[in-house]
Every structure is written in structure tokens, then in C-alpha cells.
T-cell receptor
Framework: DAMVIQNPRYQVTQFGKPVTLSCSQTLNHNVMYWYQQKSSQAPKLLFHYYDKDFNNEADTPDNFQSRRPNTSFCFLDIRSPGLGDAAMYLC????????????FGQGTRLTVV | QKEVEQDPGPLSVPEGAIVSLNCTYSNSAFQYFMWYRQYSRKGPELLMYTYSSGNKEDGRFTAQVDKSSKYISLFIRDSQPSDSATYLCAIVNAGNNRKLIWGLGTSLAVNP
């Protein structure tokens, strides 16, 4: 019954090698978020989509990109991962205009070697 | 001043204790308040959601909002070892594409 699904759960990538994380949702929510969470820290918003409109946070590095080909799917691309990009990456969705609860996936834990 | 302040703990209590977790916020325009529970290596799970001052109860959990003091609380009654997790408060800035503003999270350990 998972509503927000992230794949893979664990990802190991090499320093500098591009990597893509994926998120899909069955809730038909129009807003999708990508967060980065490091150990013992709150999630940090990287960017979000309001329908097809992309909204980047001012302090999100250019190394991070995102694509949303349709309502259900959203991808996070890290073009050249550095050691500092090792973190848990969380996808969340919400319905703008409806309830404001945000539903999270289980996260992808990224390791950079 | 941070928009949302939360004491990171850690907090350690014996099984059966009443737990009180708190956050303060700075912007009186904030309207929607949530508590998430996050187990180690998992994504945050929504526990409680409220938008008005007062109490909201769900089983052993009670969320309390005091807008006049800009203070929100989560109470856990009869705490269980399975409640051991990090609890994060999150507030929605309804005027900014519903962006979530997070507290740091409080790490809770309930000891059997």
C-alpha cells in the first residue's frame, strides 16, 4: 500500500559518476518535493515541483537537477556526486489546495565512494 | 532567530512515562502544524496534523497548538519502546507553495 515509492533504497556511486534517484506516487498529488537529509539533521529542501513548474531553492547546488515527466514520477539527478553529497534523499508529495500533509517515501540512502 | 526551534535532545524515558516534545516558531502567519516520526534509516512518517489552536488526540498521541505563544507540543502517553525514534515538528508556510519548515528533530529513547 506504499503511496510514495523511492528506488533504490540504497545506492552506492563513485565520486564524480552521475547518479539518478527515482520517486513515484500513487496519490495523484500535484506537488512533489526532494529533500536531502544528513545524519541528525532535519530534511533540507532541494527543490519542488508545483505541477510542472520547477522551483529551485536558492542554496541548492547546480550539481543537483530534477525532472518530472508526468504527475506520478519525479527524478533527482546528481551530475557529479562528491563525498559531501552522501545522505538520505527523501521524496515527498502533497496536494496543493487540499490537505497540507506531506507524505514521504522511505528514502534513498546514497553512499559516495 | 530560526523560524522553527526544537530541542534535539536526546531524551531518554522509562517505558510507560508521559513524553512531552515541543517546538516554538517565530511567524504568527504559520497555519498548519505537523508532527513526524522518523525511525532510523527510514523516511518521516506523518503522526499528527492540525491547523488550529487547541488539542488533537489520536490514541496515545496528543498534539497541542498555542498560537498566542507560538508553541506546539506532542504528548505521548504510556510510552513504549517502539516509540523510540526521532520526532520532527514541521510547519507549513501556506503562502509559499506550502513549503515545510522543519524543526531539528528530538531523538527519543524509551527504555524497557
Amino acid at each position: 500500500d506504499a503511496m510514495v515509492i523511492q528506488n533504490p533504497r540504497y545506492q552506492v556511486t563513485q565520486f564524480g559518476k552521475p547518479v539518478t534517484l527515482s520517486c513515484s506516487q500513487t496519490l495523484n498529488h500535484n506537488v512533489m518535493y526532494w529533500y536531502q537529509q544528513k545524519s541528525s539533521q532535519a530534511p533540507k529542501l532541494l527543490f519542488h515541483y508545483y505541477d510542472k513548474d520547477f522551483n529551485n531553492e536558492a542554496d541548492t547546488p547546480d550539481n543537483f537537477q530534477s525532472r518530472r515527466p508526468n504527475t506520478s514520477f519525479c527524478f533527482l539527478d546528481i551530475r557529479s556526486p562528491g563525498l559531501g553529497d552522501a545522505a538520505m534523499y527523501l521524496c515527498a508529495t502533497t496536494l496543493a489546495g487540499g490537505g497540507t500533509e506531506a507524505f514521504f517515501g522511505q528514502g534513498t540512502r546514497l553512499t559516495v565512494v | 532567530q530560526k523560524e522553527v526551534e526544537q530541542d534535539p535532545g536526546p531524551l531518554s524515558v522509562p517505558e510507560g512515562a508521559i513524553v512531552s516534545l515541543n517546538c516554538t516558531y517565530s511567524n504568527s502567519a504559520f497555519q498548519y502544524f505537523m508532527w513526524y516520526r522518523q525511525y532510523s534509516r527510514k523516511g518521516p512518517e506523518l503522526l499528527m496534523y492540525t491547523y488550529s489552536s487547541g488539542n488533537k488526540e489520536d490514541g496515545r498521541f496528543t498534539a497541542q497548538v498555542d498560537k498566542s505563544s507560538k508553541y506546539i507540543s506532542l504528548f505521548i502517553r504510556d510510552s513504549q519502546p517502539s516509540d523510540s525514534a526521532t520526532y520532527l515538528c514541521a510547519i507549513v508556510n501556506a503562502g509559499n507553495n506550502r513549503k515545510l519548515i522543519w524543526g531539528l528533530g528530538t531523538s527519543l529513547a524509551v527504555n524497557p
